[in-house]
Every structure is written in C-alpha cells, then in structure tokens.
C-alpha cells in the first residue's frame, strides 16, 4: 500500500481524518483516499490541505511525495 506524506504529517499533528475533512470539506474517508493514494484531491482541496499544513505550493512534494518504509508507522 502507498501512502503520502500527508498521513505522517497528520499524524504528527495528532489531527484525525475527520478534523482533516471538517477544516477543508470533505469526508474523512476522501482524506484517506487521498493519503493512500486511491484518489487524487481536485485543485480546490489541493489548495485547502496545503494551505491548511502550512506547506507552500513549490513545496507540494512535502505532503505528496510516498513515504519510505510505509509499514512502519
């Protein structure tokens, strides 16, 4: 299974899928599906999640980039 940055991040911030879903709105299960790379967000809640881990636009790599060692977490 593949999963992005966005999921370590989240976790890091003790933020669950639903406050990720509230804060942009989605559900939590589309925030799962984005962290598992089964669905790639639209534009619009690409924005949102960037704007809301703080992570500059050239720097998109920093929440959607796979994580090495996935199993481990």
Known sequence: ????KIRKERLSRGW???YV??????SN???SQIETGK??????VLIKLLTLFDV????ISQLFAPIENADKL
């Not at 879903?21 to 989605?26: K, T, Y």
């Not at 669905?39 to 619009?44: C, G, I, R, V």
């Open 1 to 4: 299974m593949v999963e992005l």
């Open 16 to 18: 669950t899928l639903e």
């Open 21 to 26: 879903g509230q804060r942009i709105g989605i």
């Open 29 to 31: 299960q589309a925030v």
């Open 39 to 44: 669905q790639n967000p639209s534009y619009d």
């Open 56 to 59: 500059e636009h050239k720097n």
